[in-house]
């Protein structure tokens, strides 16, 4: 098993910033993709980005490309999404996923484990 617990989010004026951290313990050696959705009231589960641990490659939401931007320190097990220039349709809660594979990594339910969430909320 693969525990993630979010933490970072918060309450910030549109414009901010704020970086989310994502912690994984457990049997992190199984982790093949790394990725952040985000849900908002009334809507289903979005992708945010991803990172493939394989190659380091970054994936990102047409909505967020330019502005979020995903990183991960293998020494502490953390995957980070610092999100700049941000702006009230990025209000959602947002939460981290492991994947054991590297397919389908723009869908929710490809991913394996999942954290509990973390709000982020911008005002205007």
């Known amino acids: 098993q693969v525990q993630l617990v979010e933490s970072g989010g918060g309450l910030v004026q549109a414009g901010g910033s704020l970086r989310l951290s994502c912690v994984a313990s457990g049997r992190t050696f199984v982790i093949s993709t790394m990725g952040w959705f985000r849900q908002a009231p009334g809507k289903e589960r979005e992708f945010v980005t991803a990172l493939t641990y394989n190659d380091d490659r970054s994936y990102y939401a047409d909505s967020v490309k330019g502005r979020f931007t995903i990183s991960r320190d293998s020494a502490k097990n953390t995957v980070y999404l610092q999100m700049n220039s941000l702006k009230p349709e990025d209000t959602a809660i947002y939460y981290c996923?492991?994947?054991?594979?590297?397919?389908?990594?723009?869908?929710?339910?490809?991913?394996?484990?999942w954290g509990q969430g973390t709000q982020v909320t911008v005002y205007s």
């Open positions: 996923a492991a994947d054991r594979t590297v397919a389908g990594l723009t869908t929710a339910r490809n991913y394996d484990y």
